[in-house]
Nanobody
Framework: VQLQASGGGLVQTGGSLRLSCKAP?????TFWSAEKAWYRQPPGNQ????????????NYLDSVKGRFTISRDNSKKTLNLQMNSLRPEDTAVYYC?????????WGPGTLVTVSS
């Protein structure tokens, strides 16, 4: 299973970005049932969970609550992360992850840089 991530880039403080993660080779029903999440790894720090979605349930890192929104389009097999009111501390490489059974599939990572 290969995941394709896009949407990263350079943005000023207060700006917005939308990350997308596509799973073109995955069966739609498998994508639908997978646990889906976005992680990030800030420079010099460990990878952390940013947001996850399972069914209709979502969970967010405290520091992004109210600013980030995770969503999915099962028909397009796409996982999204809308990021608003970005801050310099949001600078990181962002990764999407799908969990299918006991196995995790990671996207390649996309760099988000927020300038002050």
């Amino acid at each position: 299973v290969q995941l394709q991530a896009s949407g990263g880039g350079l943005v000023q403080t207060g700006g917005s970005l939308r990350l997308s993660c596509k799973a073109p080779g995955m069966i739609t029903s498998t994508f639908w049932s997978a646990e889906k999440a976005w992680y990030r790894q800030p420079p010099g720090n460990q990878r952390e969970l940013v947001a996850q979605i399972s069914g209709d349930s979502t969970n967010y890192l405290d520091s992004v609550k109210g600013r980030f929104t995770i969503s999915r389009d099962n028909s397009k097999k796409t996982l999204n992360l809308q990021m608003n009111s970005l801050r310099p501390e949001d600078t990181a490489v962002y990764y999407c992850k799908l969990r299918i059974g006991e196995r995790d599939y990671w996207g390649p990572g996309t760099l988000v840089t927020v300038s002050s």
